[in-house]
């Protein structure tokens, strides 16, 4: 069922009701990356089941909750984990909490993820901003906007030859050059999971043109570009590419990457803010 704007604004309304900042940023974080949301100051924390019709989390590394703030004189609203197609859920469910933020204000979307290597030379524990990316679960006939337009969000036929803005990425190369951080940069590509990828899967994206493979996101930035938002993405990188299939990968190794990409995704962010 497509989400309608009544149903946008019910949540918003809820929301609003319990807040006292207007947040201008949104940040969600992926797998293993929620620690970062434990920075935020004077938060006010809610629960996704306080929230009518907003899809609840149910992957471990997800803690399900919406904390709002402010970090570095920046008003925020953080999503400490987000839903998944491969979790049951359909392209509307998975990209209701864009569409609340945009009824909120949000004016820029940071949007960040665990993500497999493609590119041999990248690897685990390193940070990849997102350059742009391949939507093969939409190519597959399941865009988020497939459905009636919403008419007060944006047009019918939005442009995505700068889904992720210019000028964020350059400011993140500034920041990760003042703070001594290697930056990667990459197309990200979005499958629909839960099984994780072949060596025959990776070597076709990587042919592609595909840097770092996840189970998220390109829906989540399609939505937000169709309402107008800015955003900026980065790639968690927590293994290296399983290009021949010698390597097994797991959940569980996704988790541990976090713990290690954590604080080079903080002093990102943080350093982002201070710099808006």
């Known amino acids: 069922m497509p989400n309608t704007v ?49 899809p ?39 990209t209701l909490p864009v569409r609340v933020m945009q009824r909120l204000g949000i004016e820029i979307l940071i949007v960040t993820n665990a993500a497999g290597a493609i590119n041999p030379d990248f690897m685990p524990g390193d940070v990849m901003l997102i350059t742009d990316h ?19 969000f944006g047009p019918r036929f939005p442009d995505m030859s700068q889904a992720y803005d210019r000028s964020l990425c350059e400011l993140a190369r500034k920041v990760a050059k003042e703070n001594k951080l290697e930056l990667r940069e990459g197309v990200y590509v979005g499958l629909s999971g839960p099984s994780f990828e072949s060596p025959a899967d990776l070597r076709f994206l990587r042919t592609a043109g595909a840097d770092s493979v996840g189970m998220s996101t390109v829906p989540e930035v399609i939505v937000a570009r169709h309402g107008g938002t800015r955003v900026l993405g980065f790639s968690a990188i927590s293994n290296k590419a399983n290009l021949d299939g010698n390597t097994v990968t797991s959940h569980e190794e996704v988790l541990a990457s976090g713990a290690v990409i954590g604080p080079k995704l903080k002093t990102l962010i943080r350093g982002m803010l201070s710099a808006l």
């Open 6 to 54: 009544e149903s946008i604004d019910r949540i918003a309304g809820v929301i609003r009701s319990k807040i006292k900042v207007q947040p201008r940023i949104g940040l969600i974080l992926g797998t293993g990356l929620g620690e970062i949301a434990e920075t935020i100051q004077q938060p006010k924390i809610i629960s996704y089941s306080e929230l009518p019709g907003w």
């Open 56 to 94: 609840t989390s149910t992957v471990v590394g997800h803690a399900g909750r919406l904390v709002i703030g402010e970090l570095d004189e920046q008003a925020m609203l953080v999503m400490q984990g987000r839903v998944h197609f491969y979790e049951g859920y359909n392209m509307a469910q998975v």
């Open 134 to 152: 391949l939507n093969l679960v939409g190519m597959a006939g399941l865009n988020p906007l497939i459905g009636p337009n919403l008419d007060e």
